[in-house]
């Protein structure tokens, strides 16, 4: 019998607008994404959990803060307690944030406007779930697009981030466009399952769009996904 392919949701808000380029960008890798709508009180049967980029609510108070009670939003709870890796893309890292499976809060960028542009980041923390097909130091070309990116820490949890390995991704010098702390472009829960970063590897997946290298992310989900698959009998 031939396993299934993982599986991976991938939450849709009102006003979500990367969730087409996700389930896109991971069933190239060899996944099955099934969108989730926000009113959904259960997720499916999946091995991964995405939550893509875009304006849920509007961004209203704060981006990502009026997401976060979406009933959707306790059983990706009960699935990140379990284990189960979670990633958040841009607007799905500023829920993250808000919902408290991830430390630290995401500012309006330094300079007050939208950005969008190719942007180099650098693998600070290399291993399951999302950067095992990756290296420390490797640095990958990825586009960014977002008003609200500047990641803030105070100090204590700043130090704890860096003590515990928890920051996965910074922003090369010279190409962090929000002002966030200590260049910092994606971050790992303690438990290491849960992760969310700024830029967007769903549009880094191929070369036609400018870089293939937003695959080394979505692609490690995609293997740790793989790995939590139901053993079969052969």
């Not at 009102?14 to 709508?37: C, H, I, Q, R, T």
């Not at 939208?114 to 097909?133: G, K, L, Y």
Request: some cysteine.
């Amino acid at each position: 019998m031939t396993a299934r392919r993982p599986r991976v949701a991938v939450l849709v808000f009102p006003g979500s607008n990367d969730d087409g380029d996700a389930v896109f960008a991971l069933e190239a890798l060899g996944a099955e994404a099934v969108p989730v709508w926000h009113r959904d009180s259960e997720l499916p049967a999946a091995e991964a959990v995405v939550l893509p980029g875009g304006f849920s609510y509007g961004d209203y108070l704060r981006c990502g803060a009026i997401a976060r009670f979406s009933p959707v939003m306790g059983p990706v709870r009960e699935f990140a307690a379990s284990g189960g890796p979670v990633l958040g893309i841009c607007n799905g890292f500023q829920v993250l944030c808000e919902a408290g499976l991830l430390p630290g809060i995401l500012r309006p960028n330094e300079s007050l406007r939208f950005h969008c542009a190719d942007v180099r980041v650098v693998v600070e923390h290399a291993a399951a779930p999302f950067t095992s097909r990756l290296h420390i130091g490797e640095q990958l070309t990825i586009p960014v697009k977002h008003a609200e990116g500047a990641f803030f820490a105070p100090a204590a949890l700043l130090s704890r981030l860096e003590r515990h390995r928890q920051i996965v991704l910074r922003y090369a010098p010279d190409h962090n466009p929000n002002g966030s702390i200590a260049n910092i472009a994606g971050v790992r829960s303690a438990e290491g399952n849960v992760m969310g970063l700024m830029p967007h590897p769903e549009h880094a997946v191929e070369p036609l769009l400018g870089s293939s290298d937003g695959a080394g992310v979505l692609g490690s989900l995609v293997d740790a996904a793989r790995q939590r698959l139901p053993l079969t009998a052969s």
